[in-house]
């Protein structure tokens, strides 16, 4: 596992909740991201799960064939106790910069606030003239079956957005980033080992995006469920068979320094959602 202690450090200007560091690390700029310290009131700081949402969410992306910001698991040592981090390489450079989608919604209706209510957000795509409509709808579409997969609680219009290239003015979809609120950070192994078979499935059919509909929390697995949304199920069709679960399962059993409970966790609690998709994607099918 790489040490970023002795990297170099620059002045942090990423936002965000967590708390991070700007670090240079083979003459590479990353987002290290730390433990939460919300996350670690009153329990054992040895437990620092978003780091490990952040790295495996991200990589579970790149797997279903998504181009993804590069993620590397690591440790800091601060104050005299090694920290586990996950670096988010900065997929940006003088030219490229990010257009976060909240951005892009403030200039496209300047008259409405947007937030994450889904009628809103297709609107500010539709609207603006800057993007590829077709093309966002389906990213974005995309990127939410992905979400329900990993249990990602809070994709924001704040972690999505667009690269824009300011020499030629070209604007296309940015790598996915953000994922340390997937796969249910705040639980700890204790916690986890004392989870039965129907507080498992309460875990996979409970889980919300931030995303609204008539001003309510979507709930990621009944939402697939209904096969309510023509661009849901479309973006399904298009991703299943990319969800490999061999090689997610293979990858989440070589992560470094996570307990076997934790990764038993994990691929219980994926493949679960990922037959719930199964079923929507047979049934759309046939």
């Known amino acids: 596992m790489i040490d970023f202690t002795n990297a170099i450090e620059e002045i942090n200007n990423y936002k965000g909740s967590e708390k991070k ?22 329990k054992n700081i040895s437990y620092i ?36 981090v996950c670096a988010c390489e900065d997929f940006t450079n003088d030219e490229s910069i990010l257009y976060e989608f909240e951005n892009l919604a403030l200039s496209t209706n300047p008259d409405k606030k947007i937030e994450t209510e889904l009628n809103d957000i297709m609107e500010v795509i539709e609207e603006n003239k800057m993007i590829n409509k077709k093309e966002t709808k389906e990213k974005f579409w995309d990127m939410f079956v992905i979400d329900s997969l990993i249990g990602n609680t809070d994709r ?10 300011k020499t030629i003015g070209k604007v296309e979809i940015s790598p ?18 004392k989870i039965n078979e129907t507080e498992l499935k309460n875990l996979v059919i409970n889980s919300y995006s931030c995303l609204k509909e008539n001003g309510k929390k979507v709930n990621y697995m009944t939402y697939i469920k209904q096969m309510k949304n023509e661009a849901c199920n479309m973006a399904i069709q298009r ?40 079923e929507a994607y047979k049934e759309y099918s046939n």
């Open 21 to 42: 560091k700007t670090l240079i690390y083979n003459n590479k700029k990353y987002l290290v991201k730390f433990p939460d310290p919300v996350r670690e009131k009153n």
């Open 49 to 84: 799960n978003n780091a490990f949402s952040e790295y495996i969410g991200s990589n579970i992306f790149k797997i279903c064939g998504f181009k993804v910001q590069n993620t590397i698991l690591g440790k800091y040592n601060y104050n005299g106790r090694e920290k586990i």
């Open 156 to 165: 924001h219009n704040g972690n999505w957005g667009f690269l824009l290239n």
């Open 176 to 193: 996915i980033y953000d994922c340390g609120s997937a796969l249910n950070p705040i639980l700890e192994d204790e916690e986890i080992e």
């Open 239 to 278: 991703l299943f068979l990319n969800i490999n679960m061999d090689e997610i399962n293979k990858f989440i059993d070589n992560v470094e320094a996570m307990s076997i409970t934790r990764k038993e966790f994990y691929k219980k609690i994926i493949e679960k959602r990922y037959e719930i998709i199964k």
